[in-house]
């Protein structure tokens, strides 16, 4: 799989996500935790990321950056595709199945500014 890469806020990730209809499956993920509660081994919040979506976008949702058929050299990512700043998780560091890239800072700036103005219930807040 290549060199581990270190998880920190804004790192691209595989995890199982729970859709909020029953169904937990791996979708990608942005990392919007802080990278010292990714170093301590804290439960960390992730905006999933979907090929699925409407356009116009609505707020709290973003383009990824990627390549068709290949990864992205930043993203890692190589399908069409938008992280959901209203499609929080609050999940264990140990359920991460892989660990890609990185997604552009102005995105997660974007994302955390959403999700604190949007707090989920029972979610640690983003600092």
């Known amino acids: 799989m290549g060199k581990a890469r270190k998880l920190e806020r804004g790192t691209v990730i595989l995890v199982p996500l729970d859709d909020y209809h029953g169904n937990i499956e791996p979708h990608h993920a942005v990392v919007l935790s802080s990278t010292a509660a990714c170093e301590r081994g804290d439960k960390i919040i992730v905006a999933g990321v979907s090929t699925g979506y409407r356009t116009p976008l609505p707020p709290g949702q973003f383009y990824m950056d990627y390549i068709a ?16 700043g209203d499609w929080p998780n609050l999940v264990e560091q140990a359920d991460i199945i892989q660990v890609f890239k990185r997604c552009s800072p102005a995105i997660v700036k974007g994302l955390i500014q959403f999700v604190n103005a949007n707090p989920p219930p029972g979610f640690p807040s983003l600092s």
């Open 69 to 84: 058929g290949r990864p992205h050299p930043e993203t890692g990512l190589s399908e069409s595709c938008v992280v959901k």
